[in-house]
């Protein structure tokens, strides 16, 4: 695998982890709800991919929207039933109760499932691949690279052009006036945490696809899901975008160099970038300069 | 007939008791003012009206039912609208996207994004900008557009004139014939005197939560006012 192709495979994982990004932002932004449990919902949605295609005839693509559908309505049913009952402007309340969900969740899924690490093995496809200028580039990282752009463009779209989308930025701007204007916020507020965890499975269970995953990768998702949050800012798709490829690029890149690293490198990136953000860069521009 | 009656209505924020038993009332189809110095509630007063802030005591009949303890949104729906004050545009929309958000759940009724437009002829022209983006005043007319796109039966208007230079206002002011005109009842706070009065027919004067005053706009002198406003009863 050339570096090149590592490139490739860390825009594809990256992708993904931009997937997780937004989901959380999504939650944070418009109701300030902190979902600690969001890499729980990621790892869920891996399972559930797993059980639909071990035990049932459905193509992968059928799945997918499935996970989808179900992430969507207990992501619905996450906010109708519990974390409506914890708005306000203390976000510590929801964050103690996801974070309660998400160890009930965890040990769940150790009980039912055992602490063993799986796959999803999606068969002859996981090997095709074309070559392009003497490089050889998977289908599969393709594809997925491809839904995780239609997804952020789908948001995109959804956020500017529809009524949902306008009530969702509203309501992370002012919820009083927006009730004022007839609309009522915990429905808007379901539904978006809804669509918040539906990305986080769909990009759970594509991920699942390329690595593996045991009852416990959660916490690791959850990492990933704050660090692009943070590096490409609160409240901007094309932040959440970008910051993925950049930790999913320096991931993959840093496997290459040393292959027992596994996700060291993408979080010293996230510790450089902090860094960097807090440097006064100005003076130290200024002495380099001379 | 009344479209809205307060009826002895307390308000509390947690212990503390921001309007005592006020009393008051809108007819159909007229616009009323209350004034009062920083502090006398006003602005408490619509907010329990719509529904942000709920009454403790007392009823707050609009249209013959006692709205004074149903949820904000619903409030809103049966034909309530507000302009708030400091304006409160949502910033991350448009000025188009602010005037559809005030649409979206409308009533039905004469109000349309087009009609609004003909109100301010200058929205027209920013409708693309962000809402962040234009002058006080620019704002101050896209608030009172959202508001009348939910084809409210009255509009609550809270400090219209706050930080707006005197032209700007008038100009605002000049349209509420052609709003009173479409059916809509009125409801002006304002710390200008002279702007409420000229604009209503009758006005009550709130002080540290009480009524001290209602009179009729047109007669009312300028020394009841003074002592309704500031408190010394004696002459």
């Known amino acids: ?290 | 007939m009344n479209l809205i009656a307060l009826e002895n209505v307390d308000i509390f924020y947690g212990d503390l008791q921001a309007t005592f038993g006020v009393t008051l009332h809108v007819n159909a189809g007229e616009t009323i003012a209350i004034i009062g110095a920083n502090g006398a509630g006003k602005s408490t007063l619509l907010h329990a009206i719509i529904g942000l802030t709920l009454a403790r005591h007392g009823r707050i009949v609009f249209d013959g039912e006692d709205i004074a303890r149903v949820r904000c949104d619903l409030v809103a729906r049966r034909g309530i609208a507000l302009v708030p004050e400091g304006r409160r545009l949502f910033p991350s929309l448009s000025v188009e996207e602010n005037l559809l958000m005030g649409a979206a759940r409308a009533r039905p009724g004469p109000w349309t994004l087009e009609s609004v437009y003909e109100l301010f002829p200058t929205i027209r022209e920013l409708r693309h900008q962000p809402a962040s983006d234009i002058s006080g005043g620019q704002q101050q007319m896209v608030a009172i557009g959202r508001a009348l796109l939910t084809n409210p039966r009255l509009l609550l208007c809270d400090e219209l004139s706050l930080g707006l230079a005197p032209k700007v206002i008038a100009d605002i002011y000049t349209r509420f014939a052609e709003i009173r005109e479409r059916g809509v009842s009125i409801i002006v706070v304002e710390q200008d005197i002279a702007r409420a009065r000229a604009s209503s027919s009758r006005l009550y004067c709130l002080l540290k939560g009480r009524i001290t005053l209602e009179a009729s706009s047109a007669t009312v002198t300028l020394d009841d006012i003074r002592h309704a406003y500031f408190g010394d009863f004696l002459p």
């Open chain 1, 1 to 290: 695998m050339s570096f090149v192709e590592a490139i490739l495979n860390g825009l594809m994982v990256g992708g993904l982890y931009g997937l997780f990004g937004l989901g959380l932002a999504l939650a944070f932004g418009i109701m300030r709800i902190v979902n600690i449990a969001h890499g729980e919902f990621v790892v869920l949605a891996a399972y559930f991919g797993m059980i639909l295609l071990t035990l049932t005839p459905l193509p992968l693509p059928i799945v997918v929207v499935c996970v989808a559908a179900t992430a969507f309505v207990l992501g619905w049913l996450l906010q109708l039933a519990l974390l409506n009952r914890f708005l306000g402007p203390n976000p510590v309340p929801s964050m103690i109760v996801t974070l309660g969900l998400s160890i009930v969740v965890r040990n769940l899924l150790v009980r039912i499932f055992g602490a063993n690490i799986h796959s999803i093995d999606i068969g002859p496809l996981q090997n095709v691949g074309f070559r392009f200028l003497g490089l050889s580039i998977g289908a599969v990282p393709l594809i997925i690279f491809a839904v995780a752009l239609l997804l952020f463009f789908g948001m995109h779209m959804l956020l500017q052009h529809t009524t949902l989308g306008r009530a969702f930025r509203a309501a992370a701007d002012d919820f009083e006036i927006l009730e004022t204007l007839g609309f009522n916020r915990r429905r808007i507020y379901n539904v978006a945490m809804g669509v918040a965890v539906a990305l986080a499975a769909i990009a759970g269970l594509l991920l699942a696809m390329r690595s593996s995953f045991g009852p416990f990768s959660g916490v690791e998702r959850l990492l990933i899901a704050f660090e692009v949050v943070i590096i490409g800012g609160l409240g901007s798709l094309r932040g959440c975008f970008f910051g993925g490829l950049f930790l999913g690029v320096v991931q993959v890149v840093g496997l290459k160099l040393a292959p027992n690293s596994g996700p060291l490198f993408s979080h010293l990136a996230f510790f450089v970038v902090l860094l960097l953000r807090q440097a006064n860069l100005a003076p130290l521009l200024a002495w380099a300069r001379k």
